[in-house]
């Protein structure tokens, strides 16, 4: 079995069951913001600083995510690079911002936290909120794959 196939099967098994579908998946794609955010307000070492403003934790977290999804398929990881260039600007946009990233970040995990485990209330509860936030990345993915098979677009 295929790499991808194995990841997405697996998301897809523990989220059979999912309440409140509709706040759980925005609830996973802020987690994925969130923790970016959190990943990118982290200090850098100088020489990532004069290579890029943008080069720092969250976007190399970012850029190793990208590099995986070109591993598992490639058609998946093209469909991704515009969620993950957002994740990126969305970024870009709070550093910019009058407010701390540190703290945007901080109140979004929060707040996805909340959502998954109300998501996943029936199903594993907080046992299910860490197997999700292990899957952080996949999840995006996984999203982009039931609308690959909605199109027939294979990957």
């Known amino acids: 079995m295929p790499e991808t196939d194995r990841w997405l099967i697996d998301y897809a098994e523990n ?3 999912i309440g409140f579908g509709g706040i759980y998946w925005v609830a996973v794609l802020t987690l994925v913001i969130s923790t970016t955010g959190l990943l990118w307000s982290l200090p850098v070492p100088d020489e990532f600083a004069q290579i890029s403003p943008v080069l720092n934790w969250g976007s190399t977290f970012l850029m190793a995510a990208v590099v995986y999804y070109f591993i598992i398929s490639m ?3 093209i469909g991704m690079l515009p969620f993950v260039f957002g994740v990126a600007a969305v970024q870009i946009w709070l550093v910019e911002s009058p407010h701390s ?8 995990l929060a707040l996805s936290l909340a959502g998954l485990w109300l998501g996943q209330r029936g199903t594993g509860g907080f046992r299910a ?3 999700d936030i292990q899957l952080m990345m996949i ?3 996984w999203l982009l794959s039931v609308l690959y098979k909605r199109l027939g677009i294979p990957y």
């Open 15 to 17: 989220h059979v069951d």
């Open 75 to 77: 058609p998946l990881a």
């Open 101 to 108: 990233i540190l703290r945007v970040s901080a109140l979004l």
């Open 129 to 131: 909120v860490i197997h």
């Open 139 to 141: 999840a995006p993915l």
